[in-house]
């Protein structure tokens, strides 16, 4: 049997951002049952449903097992998605390792009531999500989306598809980390990169953002103005979101940030809805499920 966090009393990140989504799921499903739509939940990124536990820097977090290189094995989002009750219509795994998605299709044979209904898909996540939102025809159909990868591989024109829909909400981690890495303080950012960052953003205007001139200087000279990283983690969150709003139809204000065991900031756990007839519920069980403290709640048997 898999040890369970919550007998070792730890939660590393990726349970704490699975458990917020796992929370909307439950909450989402529960509403959508009463209506009419067909609603499916699509994984972008999907992994192969479950993810390892990595021993974390000398917490013995296993110490009663004799083998001290054990890892766990413990539930990722598409399998998640599938104990949901009441259940999805559809299941949809967006996946680009092809060995990935062997392992995903094996999730049809563990969950054999809802196997017809797991769609599991080769593909690049943005190419597959544009293609999806821009020619399938929305109007009886509803979605929620989550947007979980390494990087930065997430690119703007995806999200603006997504928005386009007005029927699937998404869960998004921004990793925030990586970004600040490639702000680099002295503002001389590689092409590659600044490219990267683009696509990112869908637009060119986060260079003033993150290095906005400095007035003060430059005033009575001929000289270049001189710009100054703004060194706050903050202020590449707060931009995304903004980013984000111009989407959507509506966003959580209070995007959470997914910390390392050292308290470094890794991902933003940002909420997005695209349907403006259903924003406001749909934000409000997101703001709840983003600002509750996980010691306390995310691990309780209240599902709602
Ligand atoms: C952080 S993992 C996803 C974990 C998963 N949500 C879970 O909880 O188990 C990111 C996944 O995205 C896949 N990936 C990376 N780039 C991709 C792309 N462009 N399109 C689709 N999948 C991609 C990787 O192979 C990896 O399995």
Known sequence: MVPSLQKFGHRSW???????????????????????????????????GYHELERDDGESLFQELEEPEVEAFLDGSARIALQVEPRFNKYIFIEKSRKKTIELKKLRVEFPDRGVDIIVEKADANDYLKKMCLEKSWQNHRAVLFIDPFGMQLTWETLVAVGKTEAIDTWILFPISAVNRLLKKD?????????????????????????????????????????????????????????????????????????????????????AAANPNAVKPAIKIAQDILKRDPARSLFSADDT
């Open 14 to 48: 990726t349970q704490d951002k699975l458990e917020r989504v796992r929370k909307y799921l439950v909450a989402y499903s529960i509403i959508m049952q009463k209506r009419r739509f067909q609603y499916a939940y699509i994984d972008g990124f999907a992994g192969t």
């Open 187 to 271: 503002g001389h950012i590689p092409v590659k990169w600044r490219r990267r960052l683009d696509l990112m953003f869908g637009e060119k205007a986060w260079f003033d953002v993150f290095f906005p001139e400095d007035k003060s200087m430059g005033l009575f000279d001929n000289n270049p103005p001189i710009r100054r990283k703004v060194d706050s983690m903050e202020t590449i969150g707060a931009y995304f979101n903004q980013r984000l709003a111009t989407a959507f139809a509506g966003v959580a204000p209070n995007p959470y940030t997914l910390r390392n065991t050292k308290g470094a900031p890794l991902f933003l756990l940002c909420f």
